[in-house]
């Protein structure tokens, strides 16, 4: 059983965030403003192959097979340990939205700017935990094809934050603009 345990560790880390999105979905509320459905499939379609790039090593033939750095255990547990920091950052941003939280892009009645919590710390922590937790995949994969998916995550999410910027500029003008001054995008005192 440990040994179950220690070799899915990070598999079972991303089953329980699954699950703990897809349940505390429920509670989101109704928007008032939707991004276009086309857009949310192209990102959820990027997201898949991102995720299928880390989850199924077969699809990491040729030179996306290729390793990176010598596997050992203390690499495994840094991957681990970046892998439940982002899926716990995360976390604890969507918990921290509360019923502001969408699996897309959207404004809510009575939206309000959240700048606590994580909110403090970037602009977009949620992204900024599975940022983290790919890259722990990545690590424990060791493979080109990990590094693949860290690049179409970027690729995937980039455009979705530039628009979810535009939609709080516009919504909360000023108050906006102070608080990009203020906290980073994605990465503290950075980006």
Known sequence: ????????????????W???????????????????????????????????LLLFP????????????PRS????????????????FAC???FHLGTYWSGHV???PGHRLIRTGPY???????????LLAFAGSAVAVDRVAGILSIGILLYATIP?????????????GEEYQRYRNEVKMLVPFVC
């Open 1 to 16: 059983m440990i040994n179950f345990l220690t070799n899915h560790l990070i598999e079972l880390m991303w089953l329980s």
């Open 18 to 52: 699954a699950t703990y999105w897809l349940a505390s979905s429920f509670a989101a509320s109704s928007p008032k403003r939707v991004q276009n459905p086309g857009d949310r499939m192209i990102y959820r379609l990027k997201m898949a192959v991102a995720a299928a």
């Open 58 to 69: 077969s699809l990491s033939f040729g030179w996306l097979g290729v390793g990176l750095i």
């Open 73 to 88: 255990w203390a690499l495994y547990w840094i991957a681990v340990t970046l892998v439940a920091c982002g899926l716990g």
């Open 92 to 94: 604890w941003a969507r």
């Open 106 to 108: 959207t404004l809510k």
């Open 120 to 130: 403090a710390i970037v602009r977009h922590p949620i992204y900024t935990g599975l």
């Open 160 to 172: 979705k934050i530039h628009l979810e910027e535009q939609w709080l500029t516009e919504e909360f």
